[in-house]
């Protein structure tokens, strides 16, 4: 059974910077798209990122493109996500997840099938 564990959150003013990791148990790590989502209290879960498989290709939000990375380890089974230029409305929960088998519609919460606990990111302004 996967288990998805991610780290990283914390508390950061306006324009700085964060790294979020997402260690992911099991052997298929390799062969899984992965992404991030975000979500604040009573709201639904936000698209953030994805990257593929193989690590070659990515997609982000409109609201975080330019701002955002995400990228992949394979030797050590670890999504990151490079936060920069963090805004007050990036404060949100942020949850790695673990899309199943197929392709594409990786942007849609749906599309996953196992995610972690969780890790806060306040920004303060």
């Known amino acids: 059974q996967v288990q998805l564990v991610e780290s990283g959150g914390g508390l950061v003013q306006a324009g700085g910077s964060l790294r979020l990791s997402c260690a992911v148990s099991?052997?298929?790590?390799?062969?899984?798209?992965m992404g991030w989502f975000r979500q604040a209290p009573g709201k639904e879960r936000e698209f953030v990122a994805a990257?593929?498989?193989?690590?070659?290709?990515?997609s982000y939000a409109d609201s975080v493109k330019g701002r955002f990375t995400i990228s992949r380890d394979t030797a050590k089974h670890t999504v990151y996500l490079q936060m920069n230029s963090l805004r007050p409305e990036d404060a949100d929960v942020y949850y790695c997840e673990r899309a199943g088998p197929g392709y594409g519609g990786y942007a849609t919460p749906g599309r996953y099938d196992a995610w972690g606990q969780g890790t806060r990111v306040t920004v303060s302004s």
């Open positions: 990257i593929s498989w193989s690590g070659g290709l990515t």
């Open positions: 099991g052997r298929t790590f390799s062969s899984y798209a």
